[in-house]
C-alpha cells in the first residue's frame, strides 16, 4: 500500500514523459540519426552512414552559408525595429485608460493572421504595379517611379522585414505592456523628486523593471523569426537570386524539393543547436541574476 | 522534497490508485493511436456481395475538371455494380509526397492522375503499374497520339495513360498587337523589335514568371527546347541546358528585361503576377498553355476576342543543331504498382479517361487539350481559341526528360534562370553553375 503510494505521482508524471519523448525527443533523435547518413528513400539498400559528410558540405554550401547570413540580416534587421516600435506603442497604450481592451483588441489582428495570408497579403502590397505601397509613396512624392521591390535583392529583404515587424510588433507591444502594468507607480516618483527627467526614467525605471520581459521578448521574438518559413516563402520563394532564401527555406528545398532528406536533416541540427545555445544562455543569465537578487 | 510527499491524502486514496493506472493506460492508448499512423481501419477492397473498392486521388485539376470528376465518379458508381470508386483530391504540389510515402509503404489509392515525369521515377521502382500487363492495351494505345505516350514511358513501358496534354504555346493580346500595327512574331529578333516600339508607350512586348519557382524553369525550358536544345545529353549522364542554345535562350530573356521589353519585376513574379500583368493589357506576349483561355477570362475579365494562340517564336539562328520542339506537359492516369485491384482499376481508368464522351471534345474548362485522337476528328466542335494551334504544337510536343531526378533538376534551372535575371551572374556562369549541380545528382544515378 505504502510502495504504490509512493508510485502514484510517478504514475502521474509518465505519461507526460512518454508523449514527451514520442513527440519531442524522438523526432530530434531520428533526425540527429538522419543527418549522419545519406538517406535513399526509393532505392533498394537503404541509408548509408556518412559521418558527419552531410555536415561537412553543408558548411561548404554557398547556398547554405548565404542562407544563414539571410537569416542573420533578416532577424537583426527586424527585431529591434519591431521592439522599439512595440515599446513605443506599448508605452502610449499604458497611459490610455479607456477602451484599452479594445486597442489592444486590434493590436493582435497582425499576430492573429496566418503567416500564409499575411505573406500573400504583403507580396501584392509591394507589387510593382499594382500594390499600394507604390501608389502612396508615387502619390506623396517619394518615389519618382514605381520600385521593384521584390525584384531586387535589397529591396526584397527590406520588403520581408516590414512584413514581419508588421507581425511581430503585436506581440511585442502585448508582452511589453503587461510588464509596464506591473512597475510601481511609486518608482517613477520617486525618480521624480531625484530630479530624473524622462529619458533617464524610461532607462533607469521603466526598462530596468522590463529587463525580464524583455529578454524573453528577445528571445522568443529570435527564435520565431529565426524558424520562420511561411511569410517569407509566400513573399518572396527565397528570391530574387537567393537573396531572401532564410535557412528554414533552404532546409525546406534541400529535403523536400531535392529530397536530400540527411542534408537537410543536419541544416535542421545546426539550426537546433544555434536556438538552444541562445536558449541556455539566456536562462542561465536570467536564473544568475535571480538567484544574486535572492542572496542578497 | 520526494515528489509523492508533495501530495496530500485523501479519502478512497487507495482506490484511486488502483484505478488510475488502468484509466491512463486507456488515455494512453488512445493517444498512441493518434499519434501513431496505421490505426485507423480501412475498408477491405474485395468483401464477397459487395462492389470492389477502388481508390481514385485526383492530383491538381481545374475547377471545370473537378466538377466533371465528381460527376463522372457519381454517374459510374450508379451504373456499375461491381466496382464502387473511392474519389480524394489532392494538392497537385503534393503529388511528389504522396507517391514516395505511398510506395515505401506499399498502400494507398489504385488510381492517382499526376504529371507525366513520374512515370520514370516511380515506374522504375515498381510504384506504377505497366499498362503492358493488360491484354486489351494495345487497342487503348491506339486511340491515343504516339508522341503522347513517349512521356509516359520507361525502358519500353508504359505506366499512365496520358489524358490531358499541355503545349506551351504563345499567347498574344491581339488588341496591343493591331494598335501598334505589330505582325505575329516569329523569331527572337521579331519580339526585340517590337519591344522597342512597345516600350514607347510604356508596355511590355514580353512578361513571364521569373521568380524562384518551377514556372520558370518551364518558360526557359519552351525557348531552349525552340533553340534545338535539350536539358541532358543523350544517355542522360550530364547536364546539357547550359550548352549553346540554353545560353542562347537565357541571354535573350536577359536583354528582354536589361532593355525594358520585360518587366524588371519579372524576376520575383509568379504565375499569378504574370498572369496579372498580361491580362490587364501591360504586356503583349506570354508563354503559356491550353489553361490560360479561362484563367485570364475567368480570374481577371481578359476579353477572350483579344486572346491569340500562336507558336513559341525560335532564334532566326539556331544555336544549336537539334530539332526545334514544343514544350509539352502531360497529365496522366496511372494505376499503383501496390494496388490490389488492378483489373478493376484499369476498367476504372478506361471508362472515365479513354471512353469517356467528355474527351471527344476539346473543353476549355478542362485545363488541358485531350490526348484521344477522335478530339481531333473533322466535325468536333471546340469552344477553344486557337485550337489547331494548340494541336499542332501538342503533335511536335517533347516533356521534360522522365529521369527520375527531373524535379530537382527544373529546381536548379529555375534557380539559375532567377540569378540571372536578377543580373547576379551572367547567364553562362547561372546556367554552368547549375549544370554542375545537376552533374552531381546524375551521378547518383
Redesign the interface.
Known amino acids: 500500500?505504502r510502495a504504490?503510494?509512493?508510485?502514484?505521482?510517478?504514475?502521474?508524471?509518465?505519461?507526460a514523459f512518454?508523449?514527451l519523448g514520442?513527440?519531442i525527443l524522438y523526432p530530434v533523435i531520428s533526425n540527429v540519426i538522419m543527418s549522419l547518413h545519406r538517406v535513399r528513400?526509393?532505392k533498394s539498400g537503404g541509408d548509408e552512414f556518412i559521418g558527419l559528410g552531410n555536415y561537412s558540405r553543408l558548411l561548404g554550401s554557398s547556398t547554405f552559408t548565404g542562407s544563414v547570413a539571410a537569416s542573420l540580416k533578416f532577424t537583426l534587421l527586424s527585431l529591434p525595429i519591431a521592439f522599439v516600435l512595440g515599446l513605443a506603442l506599448a508605452l502610449v497604450f499604458n497611459e490610455i485608460r479607456r477602451y484599452r481592451a479594445v486597442f489592444t483588441g486590434f493590436l493582435l489582428v497582425p499576430w492573429a493572421i496566418a503567416p500564409v495570408v499575411t505573406g500573400y497579403m504583403w507580396r501584392w502590397l509591394f507589387?510593382?504595379?499594382?500594390g499600394l505601397v507604390n501608389y502612396f509613396l508615387l502619390q506623396l512624392g517619394i518615389i519618382e517611379s514605381n520600385v521593384?521591390?521584390?525584384?531586387?535583392?535589397h529591396t526584397?529583404m527590406a520588403a520581408a522585414i516590414v512584413a514581419n515587424v508588421w507581425r511581430f510588433m503585436p506581440y511585442i507591444t502585448i508582452m511589453l505592456l503587461a510588464g509596464l502594468q506591473g512597475i510601481p507607480a511609486e518608482l517613477y516618483e520617486s525618480a521624480h523628486v531625484d530630479g530624473a527627467n524622462v529619458l533617464q526614467r524610461l532607462w533607469y525605471v521603466t526598462l530596468a523593471q522590463l529587463r525580464h520581459v524583455v529578454g524573453v521578448v528577445f528571445l522568443f521574438a529570435t527564435i520565431w523569426m529565426v524558424n520562420d518559413f511561411a511569410l517569407i516563402f509566400i513573399m518572396?520563394?527565397?528570391?530574387?537570386?537567393?537573396?531572401t532564401?532564410v535557412v528554414p527555406i533552404t532546409i525546406y528545398?534541400i529535403a523536400?524539393?531535392?529530397?536530400r532528406l540527411g542534408r537537410g536533416a543536419a541544416a535542421a541540427v545546426l539550426l537546433l543547436l544555434v536556438l538552444l545555445s541562445l536558449s541556455v544562455i539566456f536562462i542561465r543569465v536570467v536564473f544568475r541574476e535571480r538567484q544574486v537578487a535572492r542572496e542578497a | 522534497m520526494?515528489?509523492?510527499r508533495?501530495?496530500p491524502a485523501a479519502p478512497g486514496?487507495?482506490a484511486?490508485?488502483a484505478r488510475?493506472?488502468a484509466l491512463?493506460s486507456v488515455?494512453?492508448g488512445l493517444?498512441?493511436c493518434l499519434?501513431l499512423p496505421g490505426c485507423g481501419s480501412s475498408r477491405d477492397r474485395q468483401v464477397p456481395g459487395e462492389p470492389t473498392l477502388v481508390i481514385m486521388w485526383e492530383f491538381g485539376g481545374v475547377p471545370g475538371h473537378r466538377d466533371w470528376v465528381r460527376a463522372a465518379v457519381s454517374d459510374f458508381n450508379a451504373r456499375r455494380q461491381d466496382i464502387e470508386i473511392e474519389l480524394e483530391f489532392r494538392d497537385w504540389n503534393t503529388q511528389r509526397?504522396s507517391l514516395?510515402s505511398s510506395?515505401?509503404m506499399g498502400e494507398g489509392p489504385d488510381i492517382i492522375r499526376v504529371h507525366h515525369k513520374y512515370s520514370v521515377?516511380f515506374g522504375q521502382?515498381g510504384?506504377l503499374y505497366a499498362l503492358e500487363r493488360f491484354a486489351d492495351f494495345p487497342q487503348v494505345r491506339e486511340r491515343i497520339f504516339a508522341n503522347a505516350w513517349e512521356q509516359v514511358a520507361y525502358d519500353g513501358q508504359h505506366y499512365g495513360v496520358p489524358v490531358t496534354l499541355l503545349p506551351f504555346i504563345l499567347v498574344v493580346n491581339r488588341q496591343i498587337m493591331d494598335s501598334h500595327g505589330l505582325a505575329m512574331p516569329q523569331t527572337w529578333e521579331d519580339i526585340r523589335a517590337m519591344g522597342a516600339q512597345l516600350k514607347e508607350r510604356d508596355l511590355h512586348a514580353f512578361t513571364m514568371p521569373g521568380?524562384?519557382?518551377l514556372d520558370t524553369a518551364y518558360r526557359f525550358l519552351a525557348l531552349l527546347y525552340k533553340a534545338g536544345g535539350s536539358v541532358l545529353s543523350e544517355d542522360w549522364s550530364r547536364a546539357a541546358f547550359n550548352g549553346p542554345a540554353g545560353v542562347a535562350a537565357l541571354t535573350f530573356l536577359i536583354e528582354l528585361k536589361r532593355d525594358g521589353y520585360m518587366?524588371?519585376?519579372?524576376?520575383?513574379?509568379?504565375s499569378d503576377?504574370n498572369t496579372?500583368?498580361w491580362s490587364?493589357g501591360?504586356a503583349a506576349l506570354s508563354i503559356e498553355g491550353p489553361w490560360w483561355q479561362n484563367t485570364t477570362s475567368d480570374n481577371y475579365g481578359f476579353d477572350l476576342d483579344n486572346l491569340v494562340l500562336a507558336r513559341v517564336p525560335v532564334p532566326a539562328v539556331p544555336p544549336e543543331a537539334g530539332a526545334s520542339n514544343t514544350l509539352l506537359d502531360v497529365v496522366m492516369v496511372s494505376i499503383t504498382g501496390y494496388t490490389p485491384v488492378p483489373e478493376q482499376a484499369w476498367e476504372v481508368v478506361k471508362a472515365l479517361n479513354v471512353d469517356h464522351p467528355v474527351w471527344r471534345t476539346p473543353d476549355p474548362a478542362m485545363g488541358g487539350i485531350p490526348a484521344l485522337k477522335a478530339a481531333y476528328d473533322a466535325g468536333v466542335e471546340s469552344q477553344y481559341i486557337g485550337l489547331d494551334v494548340l494541336a499542332a504544337a501538342a503533335a511536335n510536343g517533347r516533356g521534360w526528360p522522365g529521369h527520375p531526378a527531373v524535379?530537382?533538376i527544373q529546381?536548379h534551372i529555375a534557380?539559375a534562370v532567377?540569378?540571372a535575371?536578377?543580373?547576379?551572374t551572367g547567364p553562362r556562369e547561372a546556367l554552368d553553375n547549375a549544370a554542375a549541380e545537376v552533374d552531381e545528382l546524375l551521378e547518383d544515378y
Open positions: 500500500m504504490n503510494r509512493e508510485l502514484l505521482p510517478y504514475t502521474f508524471v509518465t505519461p512518454v508523449v514520442l513527440v528513400l526509393l507589387h510593382d504595379s499594382f521593384y521591390w521584390l525584384a531586387q535583392p526584397a518572396t520563394e527565397g528570391g530574387p537570386a537567393k537573396a532564401q528545398r523536400f524539393e531535392h529530397l | 520526494p515528489l509523492h508533495a501530495l486514496d487507495g484511486i490508485t488510475r493506472p491512463l488515455a494512453l493517444l498512441l499519434v509526397e514516395i510506395t515505401i521515377e521502382l510504384g521568380g524562384l519557382n518587366p524588371t519585376a519579372a524576376a520575383a513574379y509568379a503576377e496579372a500583368h490587364t501591360r524535379t530537382e529546381r534557380d532567377n540569378v535575371l536578377s543580373g547576379v
